[in-house]
Nanobody
Framework: QVQLVESGGRSVQAGDSLRLSCAAS????????MGWFRQAPGKEREFVGC????????YITDSVKGRFTIFRDNAKSTVYLQMNNLEPEDTATYYC????????????????WGQGTQVTVSS
């Protein structure tokens, strides 16, 4: 398995931008498709975005499309979530996850998870 550590979460105002990072170690990062998920208090974990091993394919869930972008740097073993024009509804703990080779929307297909980073957006 690969070990994942997220960073970059903090408290911001609505309309601000944040970039979350997820650094991987332990295995060949470029062999893993990566995903971002989030969980708000009292809600189930939800899919945010995913990216293929090479970065050539990426998907963002409709609710944040146009505001969030996922990308990766395999040389740095890091995947990023760029979040622009943040809204209070984006408040959640954000998790990155790794899935060996296969890109997926389904959290059940990911076998390595980070500890999460908190994003709080105030109106």
């Amino acid at each position: 398995q690969v070990q994942l550590v997220e960073s970059g979460g903090r408290s911001v105002q609505a309309g601000d931008s944040l970039r979350l990072s997820c650094a991987a170690s332990g295995r060949t990062f470029s062999s893993y498709a990566m995903g971002w998920f989030r969980q708000a208090p009292g809600k189930e974990r939800e899919f945010v975005g995913c990216i293929s091993t090479s970065g050539s394919s990426a998907y963002i869930t409709d609710s944040v499309k146009g505001r969030f972008t996922i990308f990766r740097d395999n040389a740095k073993s890091t995947v990023y979530l760029q979040m622009n024009n943040l809204e209070p509804e984006d408040t959640a703990t954000y998790y990155c996850a790794a899935n060996y080779r296969s890109i997926s929307y389904d959290s059940r297909n990911y076998d390595s998870w980070g500890q999460g980073t908190q994003v709080t957006v105030s109106s």
